[in-house]
Nanobody, 119 residues
């Protein structure tokens, strides 16, 4: 399993970013995929997930601002982030689920991409 996130960067508060994740080594379309983040001094947290069927989950802190999507033909996962806040500053990781649904947990994490939101 290989998961490579990219597309992070420095953005001002209120701005937008769209990290992406290239996946390989497994049948991408058969698994739930998610985005985690870890801010300095904090635990890693799940911010969004998308099942193989397209059902989604969002942490309360990002609902209405982040949109997770996937392209099964390209083995790609995306996170459209808008109305960014300084509290969104973190390393963002994509993750592979243990199965197809949103409730089975995650078992692989890739390299992260850093998102920095300035005030």
């Amino acid at each position: 399993v290989q998961l490579q996130a990219s597309g992070g960067g420095l953005v001002k508060a209120g701005g937008s970013l769209r990290p992406s994740c290239a996946a390989s080594g497994f049948t991408f379309g058969s698994y739930v995929m998610g985005w985690y983040r870890q801010a300095p001094g904090k635990e890693r947290e799940l911010v969004a997930g998308i099942s193989s069927g397209g059902s989604t989950y969002y942490a309360e802190s990002v609902k209405g601002r982040f949109i997770v999507s996937r392209d099964n033909a390209k083995n790609m996962l995306y996170l459209e982030m808008s109305s960014l806040k300084p509290d969104d500053t973190a390393v963002y990781y994509c993750a592979k689920g243990r199965g197809a649904s949103l409730h089975v947990g995650y078992d692989y994490w890739g390299q992260g991409t850093l998102v920095t939101v300035s005030s």
